[in-house]
């Protein structure tokens, strides 16, 4: 992806005339140029410990060029843009590695843990809580260990209907193998072009269609992983009674348990029919129950989100698709997956409680449209942080009986951190029969320290989540940003356990310093 913005090059792109007059009516416009010119730091690694990362992959495989660098430097959160685009690049690693299978991985941790040189596992380099920004003091030098070598699909079983990946295959990359036989995983997040496999995995990811394929950490039925004590093979069975589950250590973990070299994941076959719709509510509270009813009847359609007032007036609004009012409501989104049959008989029971609650059916055209439009907001972001307006979201979860103060405290908690003209939209796009999660996007004028800005609205928003009795996240993972209230959210205890487990796992502490514990 671009060093400075969201994913492809080519596909970056200006806000259009008509937008462009609403930012500067909303926000006023500020030229905020990217630095062009700025180089990461020379590596810390010596020749003589780059040569043996060589003699361990192929010196082919070790980069330490200044361009590969750069593109390995932090995720994709606002801060980790706004920071490349000042030209920060201290995080950036010293070598970029790229092993090929399990062995050559358990190789460089084990490298690694020998000369004391933190590891910081890259699939898609999506992250959005700062989960690429190793801690670099007490170690000899930092290397990016880039999975993008380990892209195969290595087993398909049609009988048990399950696939083993490797965790280098980007989501499109590891579609198309499994089209090959007929087969889906479903799993289309937001990052879905960009994020990899073992990404998924490693930070419990979930997709727009969860409500009917799931999380992907519900799909994993095994996993193997490397870490610097030796390998971890977990998963034998659908179901079994033999302990804790560990695969749950490393699912989440993101790696700094482990490496993930390979998943073993649920599949589906390729739908004959995908549909979507769209519905009109009187209000987020009349949607938000709406949704309730279905997860609790068992009715859920494959894609099933809800905006509020305001990301429905902001992005979604247009009378002729919103029923022709002047007052768009709140716009559900549902969609269905499957054969031609079960589409149908899906559709019709979804849609009789729906019309029953009073939720008033718009066609297929507000459904078709988010549904080509849904990889493209990240692209507006940049578009906007080129005119001075700061955009970026937080998402929790919370059981029903609680969402609506969460809603309430997260919404009053940035609105008051980010000022006056400052918007804050929100959605449900993750349901089940006891709770859903809430995705907030905020926008608002840059100040002059825009990283800063963020930052207070961040913990705002966050301290609000934790006194609401709410997670800190439900799919972006922990990362370092989230660290101080994921403490609070597990307590003392819990942090003592993953402590334990880093110690076990990795008792040198290379992989991935900083990051998830506490």
Not at 21 to 32: H, I, S, T
Not at 70 to 84: F, H, I, M, P, V
Not at 405 to 423: F, I, M, P, T, W
């Amino acid at each position: 992806m671009h060093p400075q913005r969201w994913g492809d090059p080519a596909a970056a792109t200006d806000l259009p005339a008509t937008a462009l007059g609403l930012v500067e009516l909303a926000f006023g416009l500020q030229d905020r140029p990217a630095v062009t010119d700025a180089t990461p730091p020379g590596s810390a690694l010596d020749a003589t410990l780059l040569d043996g990362l060589r003699e361990l992959v192929g010196a082919e495989h070790v980069l330490t060029d200044d361009e590969t660098r750069t593109l390995r430097t932090r995720g994709k959160s606002t801060t980790d843009l706004l920071r490349a685009r000042a030209g920060d690049l201290t995080d950036a690693p010293d070598a970029v590695v790229r092993p090929d299978g399990h062995d050559e991985v358990a190789a460089v941790l084990a490298w690694a843990s020998e000369y004391r040189v933190a590891v910081v596992p890259f699939g898609g380099g999506t992250s959005v809580t700062g989960g690429l920004a190793a801690r670099r003091d007490g170690f000899a030098g930092v290397v990016s260990l880039d999975l993008v070598r380990m892209k195969r699909l290595l087993a398909v079983d049609e009988v048990s209907m399950t696939a083993t990946l490797e965790p280098g295959l980007r989501g499109p990359e590891a579609e198309a193998l499994l089209a090959g036989h007929g087969l889906t995983l479903g799993h289309y997040p937001q990052s879905f072009e960009h994020a990899s496999i073992g990404g998924f995995a490693a930070t419990r990811s979930s997709g727009q269609s969860s409500a009917g394929y799931g999380r992907f950490d519900a799909m994993v039925v095994a996993l193997t992983a490397a870490t610097p004590t030796g390998p971890l093979v977990l998963g034998s069975s659908p179901a079994n009674a033999a302990g804790p589950d560990l695969r749950q250590l490393l699912l989440g973990s993101e790696g700094a348990f482990g490496v993930i070299t390979s998943v073993t994941v649920r599949v589906r076959r390729t739908p004959a029919v995908t549909t979507y719709e769209g519905w009109r509510w009187s209000s987020f509270d009349a949607g938000s129950d709406a949704m309730r009813t279905l997860a609790q009847a068992g009715l859920l359609p494959t894609v099933i989100r809800l905006s509020d007032e305001s990301e429905t007036a902001i992005n979604l609004a247009d009378p002729a698709s919103i029923g022709g009012t002047e007052d768009p409501g709140c716009l559900m989104i549902t969609g269905y997956e499957g054969t031609a049959s079960q589409v149908d008989s899906r559709r019709a029971a979804v849609s009789a409680v729906l019309a029953g609650l009073g939720g008033a059916p718009l066609g297929t055209e507000p459904g078709e449209k988010w549904s080509h439009g849904r990889f493209g907001a990240p692209y507006l972001r940049d578009a906007m942080l080129d005119h001075g307006v700061l955009v970026e979201t937080v998402e929790t979860a919370t059981f029903w009986s609680h969402r609506q103060r969460l809603y309430a405290d997260v919404k009053a908690a940035l609105q008051a951190a980010l000022g006056e003209g400052s918007l804050v939209l929100c959605h449900v796009s993750h349901v089940y029969e006891t709770g859903c999660s809430l995705y907030f996007t905020v926008a608002a004028r840059q100040v002059e320290d825009p990283v800063a800005q963020w930052q207070a609205a961040k913990a705002a928003a966050s301290d609000a989540m934790i006194a609401a009795g709410a997670t800190i996240t439900h799919h972006h993972a922990v990362g370092t940003d989230h660290k101080p209230w994921f403490a609070l959210e597990i307590g003392e205890v819990g942090v003592r356990v993953l402590r334990a487990v880093k110690a076990e796992l990795d008792p040198a502490g290379i992989l991935n310093p900083g990051v998830l514990i506490p």
